[in-house]
């Protein structure tokens, strides 16, 4: 036998069609369902059917188990996933854009998930992420997945460089089509499931409406302003913006307007042109190195959102756990709160959390 592996099952047909290729592989496989506490019991609306932690998520991901004939248990993940959504809203709360996803793969999917798995004897944690783990020359490697369309590496940036010997990705050399034809084919049931929404506590996507929700007491309204200070309208909370954002912005404008900035101290909104979203580079904290932590400059691709085009850029280690990057050409839209991810090719080195746009 290869080995005992736990498997985070979402009831998704990624991670279903992950567990049905580990028991063909051999592999002693036990799923895992977190039970966040993010939706309720009456899950069964068409927008809740997109996220990955409902009730009937949950039903799906048993009945997949059971298919499959793997043990299969409910674990209650809902404190440990409350430090998640107040990350949430905190740092929105100041001015940044946060990537809850990011955070949910660091703190509970590859760490309290796995210390869990480690109780069971496990020998591997397994996902259904779009990436690949590859035994490289002297350790192993977290690369891109083969689909780049779906390529989720950018997400797992913060894993502990311990652990990437014991994960498993068994879908990261598929394409989303090959994954939906072979649901269909283990008659899995969910070949045709939607994929989850990005944030999924926010089924709805409208995250100013659920941060006011759970924080009525914020008091973020300020004014909307041009870059020489001109108050151009007023706006019921600075939460409802991020770096670039164009539409929704409340008001008129004979040209297209993007958001530039957002400062917390006096609630404003600053707009400006396409052109001002430009940026040379980026200041980055709490960096997490999946390769030896480089002692001089060097020279990578960084990419800086998850839908972002991965840029040439050099990047110099300052402090214990920092980095200054520049690019070689300007970047639009860096965006605070966001991760800056270092990529080889297609091989993940490390990534951090954007502090600030360098002009």
């Avoid at 164009?246 to 530039?260: E, I, P, T």
Wanted: charged share 25%.
């Amino acid at each position: 036998m290869p080995g005992r592996v736990v498997l985070a099952m979402s009831g998704g047909v990624d991670s279903s069609v992950a567990a049905y290729i580990l028991k063909k592989q051999g592999y002693e496989v036990v799923g895992l369902f977190m039970r966040t506490g993010a939706h309720g019991p009456d899950d069964d609306t068409p927008s809740h059917k997109k996220g990955c932690c409902s009730a009937s998520d949950a039903s799906d991901a048993r009945r997949v188990a059971d298919r499959l004939d793997i043990p299969f248990h409910a674990l209650d993940f809902e404190s440990d996933f409350n430090r998640i959504i107040d990350y949430f809203i905190d740092e929105y709360a100041v001015g940044r854009t946060p990537n809850p996803c990011v955070v949910c793969n660091n703190w509970l999917k590859f760490g309290k998930l796995w210390s869990y798995g480690k109780q069971l004897g496990a020998d591997f944690i397994a996902t259904g992420h779009y990436a690949q783990i590859v035994a490289g020359d002297a350790e192993p490697e977290l690369r891109r997945a083969v689909d780049a369309g779906k390529d989720q590496s950018y997400v797992l940036f913060g894993l502990r460089r311990s652990v990437l010997g014991h994960l498993l990705f068994p879908i990261g050399g598929l394409h989303k089509e090959e994954v939906r034809s072979t649901a269909r084919e283990a008659i899995l049931g969910v070949a045709d499931k939607p994929d989850s929404v990005e944030i999924c506590f926010v089924p709805d996507q409208d995250h100013a409406a659920f941060i006011r929700k759970r924080r009525p007491e914020l008091t973020t309204a300020g004014n909307i302003v041009d870059t020489s200070g001109k108050v151009l309208g007023p706006h019921d909370g600075f939460e409802k913006f991020t770096i670039g954002q164009r539409k929704g912005l409340g008001f008129g404008s004979a040209s297209r307007r993007y958001v530039l900035d957002i400062v917390p101290e006096t609630h404003e909104v600053v707009i400006g042109d396409k052109e001002e979203l430009l940026a040379a580079g980026l200041q980055a904290s709490r960096v997490n190195w999946l390769i030896d932590r480089p002692t001089t400059g060097f020279r990578c691709e960084a990419k800086i959102r998850y839908r972002h085009t991965a840029a040439p850029a050099l990047v110099e280690v300052n402090g214990d756990d920092g980095a200054v990057v520049r690019f070689a050409e300007p970047q639009s839209a860096i965006t605070p709160g966001q991760a800056v991810v270092f990529y080889d090719g297609d091989r993940v080195l490390g990534g951090g959390w954007i502090e600030e746009a360098l002009l």
